[in-house]
């Protein structure tokens, strides 16, 4: 029986796994999508790299061509708005699982940012997507879901605000308010994906817009703003161990009085709560999705180097000096648990929504960025000074990794949520303990033994 492509990419136990719980056209649209992969993103790389300006400024203003060349391309091979599941998404969705999902994600996470949007699923437009689609009213589906489900747009995710302690959501002071039939909102947002494209055309905000609630998870609410309403102000892009992400960029934005429309408030006051939780989930897999992609490709970047004749020092190969070959290994162990965990979460989503996968995802969520910026440190090693600089992809990623571990909640909180939610059992383990040692105690008596 011949591989499947996708071998090429993963190991063929993780793949066999899984692959009977592919449909035939999820197997036909992942055989694609690594050829897209192979043929067409992975040789684009350097192309993207060179065609974004190196001038501050106009990195800011900067569509790159290479991407939407792409686009049309992904487009034309069916490989487009792959994460929208059309079974939680009927009207809107592609016939994929979250599961068969998971492993295209990997694939894509090999190319970074430019890759997921090249077929239309990089964020945060994702997560505003689906916000649209389970929340949305027909007319703001119309405006902003169909022109962002075609790539026409990008969006903004507008939570984090400065000075705020911002890990907790319900800390969030940014007002919203009613005024007869606009609303208007005030805060000061940062670490806002998205909002320095060119394209942007829309910023999902939440804000507080009834602090006196007794209920904390009802005070706040969503509402949709064009950055191009008056009041909007992109401050300066925020920089990440030195990388600006541009054109897509994390912002720091004022809202200073910004007027909207009554229509722009999403799915009613008081459930923005409700809203983003039910945004932050799916959201939060799709990293661990593309992250697992990032540590396979940091490995084999990494076996490629060391195996290399012309980098041989003292006469052997790399891989023949100290623990090379223990970091390769652990590497390789490291990526496959943290891959089950994504794949067990992706699978729980499709079984039971987010909601009702939590506990799946949280772990992943804490385990699966440390891991990736664990394999990807191992590779930047094996590299030398060169793994540093800008000439391998390297130094980018462990970046980009470990920005991850603050993203949709800092580590912290999902480790202290687990935790939480295992001390949970607690009782349950007492009772089953006691009923052990009941049994245990009439076994020995029935036998005249003593305890021990």
């Given at each position: 029986m011949a591989p499947h492509p996708i071998e090429q990419y993963t190991s063929s136990s993780s793949w066999a796994m899984v692959e009977d719980k592919f449909s035939p056209y999820a197997k036909e649209t992942l055989a694609k999508l690594v050829d897209f992969v192979h043929n067409e993103l992975e040789p684009a790389?350097?192309?993207?790299?060179?065609?974004?300006?190196?001038?501050p400024v106009q990195r800011w203003k900067t569509v790159i061509p290479i991407t939407e060349e792409l686009k049309l391309k992904a487009k034309q091979r069916g490989l487009w708005n792959l994460f929208l599941s059309k079974k939680h998404y009927p009207e809107f969705g592609v016939p994929l699982t979250n599961l068969e999902y998971a492993v295209m994600a990997e694939i894509l996470g090999r190319c970074g940012q430019f890759g997921s949007e090249s077929?239309?699923?990089?964020?945060p437009d994702t997560g505003n997507?689906?916000?649209?689609?389970?929340?949305?009213?027909?007319?703001?589906?119309?405006?902003?879901?169909?022109p962002l489900?075609?790539?026409?747009?990008?969006?903004?995710?507008?939570?984090?605000?400065?000075?705020?302690?911002?890990?907790?959501?319900?800390?969030?002071?940014?007002?919203?308010r009613r005024d007869g039939d606009s609303i208007v909102i005030n805060g000061h947002k940062w670490w806002i994906s998205g909002a320095g494209d060119p394209r942007c055309k829309l910023h999902i905000v939440m804000g507080?817009?009834?602090?006196?609630?007794?209920?904390?998870?009802?005070?706040?609410?969503?509402?949709?703003?064009?950055?191009?309403?008056?009041?909007?102000?992109?401050?300066?892009?925020?920089?990440?161990?030195?990388?600006?992400?541009?054109?897509?960029?994390h912002c720091e934005v004022i809202y200073d009085n910004v007027r909207v429309p009554l229509s722009n408030l999403v799915l009613g006051w008081g459930?923005?709560?409700?809203?983003?939780?039910?945004?932050?989930g799916p959201g939060r897999i799709h990293h661990c999705m593309r992250s697992i992609g990032a540590a396979q490709y940091a490995l084999d970047l990494m076996i490629q180097r060391v195996t290399d004749p012309s980098r041989k020092t003292f006469g052997k190969f790399l891989y023949q000096h100290g623990t090379i070959i223990s970091d390769i290994a652990k590497s390789?162990?490291?990526?496959?648990?943290?891959?089950?965990?994504?794949?067990?979460?992706?699978?729980?989503?499709?079984?039971?929504?987010?909601?009702?996968?939590?506990?799946?995802?949280?772990?992943?969520?804490?385990?699966?960025?440390?891991?990736a910026a664990t394999v990807i440190d191992r590779a930047i090693q094996s590299y030398g000074a060169e793994g540093i600089s800008q000439d391998t992809p390297l130094a980018k990623l462990a970046a980009g990794m470990r920005t991850l571990r603050f993203a949709d909640g800092p580590d912290e909180v999902h480790i202290q949520q687990i935790g939480r939610r295992e001390l949970e059992r607690a009782k349950r383990l007492h009772e089953l303990t006691a009923e052990i040692k009941k049994k245990e105690a009439a076994l020995l008596n029935a036998r005249g033994l003593a305890k021990l």
């Open positions: 790389r350097k192309v993207w790299e060179a065609q974004l300006p190196a001038d077929v239309n699923c990089s964020a997507m689906e916000v649209l689609a389970k929340y949305g009213t027909p007319e703001q589906q119309k405006k902003w879901l169909i489900l075609n790539g026409e747009i990008r969006s903004a995710f507008s939570m984090t605000e400065k000075g705020v302690a911002s890990s907790d959501a319900t800390n969030i002071q940014t007002s919203i507080k817009s009834d602090p006196d609630n007794k209920n904390k998870y009802l005070q706040q609410s969503v509402v949709l703003v064009p950055p191009e309403t008056p009041g909007v102000k992109i401050v300066r892009p925020m920089h990440v161990f030195g990388y600006d992400d541009a054109p897509e960029g459930r923005g709560f409700e809203i983003i939780q039910g945004r932050l390789r162990a490291e990526i496959e648990a943290s891959r089950l965990l994504v794949l067990s979460a992706a699978h729980q989503i499709d079984k039971f929504q987010a909601k009702g996968a939590l506990k799946e995802i949280g772990i992943a969520k804490f385990v699966v960025p440390q891991m």
